[in-house]
């Protein structure tokens, strides 16, 4: 088969003025893909008339400066000015503390003590497997039955544990799910802690713990979807891809998908594993939904826009588009983006005073609506002056396609100006790709999801994930399936040991 080289002989002017940008955008989006730095942060390029007004203002003198020299003594009464402490953060008080006393090599016998010198110094030691005995004392009772007597063996039930006849407690078994999901750390690896600590557990054998739990969890995580999709008014989403072992695919990996669905106001986060990229994994999730939907401009979304549901995007993609806009037309690009700023300097104003809903409505309605109408007609003006195919004029066509959507975040108080606490919520699948690798099977990538959710939402509510998921594995297998509300990490209040019993060490 012999290569035909693309020829250029036939096409117009016009034509290859759009080929030479193409190519030229795509190179430049090549070097900063492999060269650049990541982060897009933006600072408008240093101007002399940036912060000029305009104003012709005469220079006012300044007063002539009298330096006076002042002398003095001080006497051995005057007190003296105590500096202010410098040295180390005191550590917590609340950290257990190990007291080494250290007497003087002198003989001390007689003498009288005037206080103590203490020094401290933060220690770590690793964390020791233990192991956990219940022991129940069996009473003999005389019964008399049908007038013969004989005696009844009276003996206390086990507590429900997460995993019958497990020989994992429930600590363990949060353990284990902590390392993989927030700290990433594959099952392989610690099984090879494990071995350190003297204890030998097959993969296998802690991979079926993990499956079990799962199963426990899921009535648990199935409330938790109820709160997120039936009784919030406001969802960002977004979604990443997994992969997935699939037996159907020999030497290769399945790609999947986790949609990511967070309740801003309610402070949850959920995760839901779908096959593919299509739209039935949003059709099954939020067929009861009705409020704002927020997306990143996915065309998958757009089916979802009704009398019930308002679309809106997200600001921090269209500023993404004028970011790499910069190396093909750095001047409109730029003032796109000192105009997108200037609506994010008001975010920041109402987050940093702390403003409630209607206050932070009341401020976009003054301050960022002049900002999106000005934006909106600088854009229509400076489009037909563009190429449309150059990277800045498809940024502004993004944006213009858009941008009703991307104003509606102005109409209510508690909508966000982009998606990026969904996007945050992401973060720990990135992470975890890169360690983990793929999920075993579909079913395994579903149970991915759901701990994600638990996991996503603790860190939102400032929950300590390891002490929530011991709790919560120790109480759901008694606990009544019409208060499991309470066990989620945003309600969640831990209990106290039954008074039956006595931990002895």
Not at 334 to 352: F, G, M, P, S, V
Not at 372 to 396: C, D, F, H
Not at 454 to 478: A, H, Q
Request: overall charge positive; charged content about 25%; aromatic content about 10%.
């Amino acid at each position: 088969m012999i290569a035909t080289e693309t020829t250029y002989e036939n096409l117009s002017r016009e034509e290859l003025i759009f080929t030479v940008v193409k190519f030229q955008n795509e190179l430049e989006q090549l070097k900063r893909l492999v060269f650049g730095s990541k982060q897009e942060r933006f600072i408008p390029s240093a101007s002399p008339d940036q912060l000029a007004l305009g104003l012709s203002v005469e220079p006012i003198a300044q007063p002539e400066i009298t330096i006076q020299n002042i002398e003095y003594t001080r006497t051995l009464q005057e007190p003296v000015k105590k500096s202010l402490p410098t040295g180390r953060t005191k550590l917590p008080l609340d950290l257990p503390r190990e007291r080494v006393v250290i007497e003087p090599t002198e003989d001390v016998t007689g003498l009288k003590s005037i206080g103590e010198e203490i020094t401290e110094e933060l220690d770590y030691t690793p964390g020791k497997f233990f192991v956990r005995q219940y022991v129940r004392t069996k009473y003999v009772k005389p019964v008399l039955e049908n007038g013969v007597a004989e005696t009844k063996i009276i003996i206390a039930s086990l507590p429900a544990r997460p995993i019958d006849k497990c020989i994992a407690g429930a600590a363990l078994l949060a353990y284990i799910i902590i390392n993989k999901y927030i700290d990433h750390l594959p099952v392989y690896r610690q099984v090879q802690r494990f071995v350190r600590e003297g204890i030998k557990l097959p993969a296998s054998t802690i991979t079926g713990w993990l499956s079990q739990v799962c199963a426990l969890l899921e009535v648990l995580y199935v409330e938790h979807c109820k709160l997120v999709f039936n009784d919030s008014d406001y969802i960002q989403g977004d979604e990443t891809y997994i992969k997935v072992l699939d037996k159907n695919k020999k030497g290769t990996t399945h790609q999947g998908y986790l949609w990511v669905y967070r309740a801003p106001v309610k402070n949850l986060v959920v995760f839901d594993y779908q096959p593919g990229r299509s739209g039935e994994g949003p059709r099954k999730c939020l067929k009861d939904f009705k409020g704002h939907l927020q997306s990143d401009g996915y065309e998958v979304y757009n089916a979802f826009t009704s009398k019930t549901v308002t679309l809106l995007c997200c600001m921090a993609h269209a500023r993404r588009k004028f970011d790499e806009a910069l190396s093909n037309d750095k001047q409109r690009a730029e003032y796109a983006l000192t105009e997108i700023q200037k609506l994010y300097a008001i975010e920041r104003k109402a987050k940093d005073e702390n403003y409630t809903h209607q206050q932070r409505y009341e401020l976009r309605q003054r301050e960022a609506t002049p900002i999106l109408k000005a934006l909106e007609q600088w854009m229509i003006n400076e489009y037909p002056s563009v190429l449309p195919k150059s990277t800045i004029g498809m940024a502004m066509q993004y944006s213009l396609q858009r941008w009703e959507k991307l104003s509606i975040y102005i109409t209510d108080g508690k909508l966000e100006i982009d998606n990026n606490l969904v996007e945050n919520s992401i973060r720990p699948v990135a992470l975890g790709r890169k360690n983990y690798l793929f999920a075993g099977s579909h079913r395994a990538a579903q149970n991915v999801a759901m701990l994600y959710s638990f996991m996503g939402t603790c860190k939102i509510n400032n929950v300590n994930p390891y002490e929530w998921l011991t709790d919560v594995l120790n109480r759901i297998p008694s606990h009544p399936v019409n208060k499991l509300e309470e066990l989620l990490s945003h309600k969640w209040k831990p209990v106290t040991s039954p008074n039956n019993t006595k931990i002895l060490t």
